[in-house]
């Protein structure tokens, strides 16, 4: 059944090194959407008890966490005049945390746009493999069609993936990661 023994190693191991930081009122943080998620969510479908549970309801993405915790509310934004289009993670859709990155933007002072759209089109390593590769850019053809709609002058995307997807096609500029605009907002 695929990998799943070694999945639920692997998150053994992270809940073990976590679980303490966690107990200490520590909160884990990811950059990257798929890694908070696998946290957040497929941990406690691998694994049972506190220990797992405790670590999953405390892990935030980093845009969730600066909302969460409204930290960019004591960070002194210049003005910005930049409009953004905002395509969110499918993982974090999955899991209701996508909408996190478009608070903070705006506080910052940014005008986003969230994009409606689904999966960028690569879901991983789907895109990556040459037998789903027509499908992957007939997906970011989609997600592209719909940047083309927005009057945003660039494009934030927190996954790699989706980055990468987008930054492969010209038409669709290169787009910067949440928590980049956010630093590039700073006074």
Request: aromatic share 6%.
């Amino acid at each position: 059944m695929g990998f799943l023994d070694r999945a639920r190693t692997r998150a053994e191991a992270t809940v073990d090194v976590l679980a303490p930081a966690v107990a200490e009122g520590r909160t884990p943080v990811f950059v990257e959407p798929s890694d908070a998620v696998v946290v957040q969510d497929d941990y406690e479908d691998l694994l049972d008890g506190p220990a797992v549970e405790r670590v999953a309801a405390e892990t935030c993405g980093v845009m969730e966490y600066l909302d969460r915790e409204r930290l960019d509310d004591h960070l002194a934004f210049g003005p910005v005049d930049e409009a953004l289009a905002y395509h969110g993670h499918c993982n974090q859709k999955a899991v209701g945390t996508d909408h996190h990155a478009v608070g903070v933007l705006r506080r910052a002072g940014y005008r986003v746009d969230p994009v409606d759209s689904t999966c960028c089109g690569m879901a991983g390593s789907f895109g990556y493999e040459r037998e789903h590769y027509a499908r992957s850019q007939a997906i970011a053809d989609i997600l592209v069609d719909g940047i083309g709609d927005s009057d945003a002058d660039g494009v934030v995307a927190p996954g790699t993936s989706c980055r990468t997807q987008l930054s492969d096609r010209a038409d669709a500029g290169e787009p910067a990661h949440p928590i980049e605009k956010v630093e590039a907002a700073l006074q």
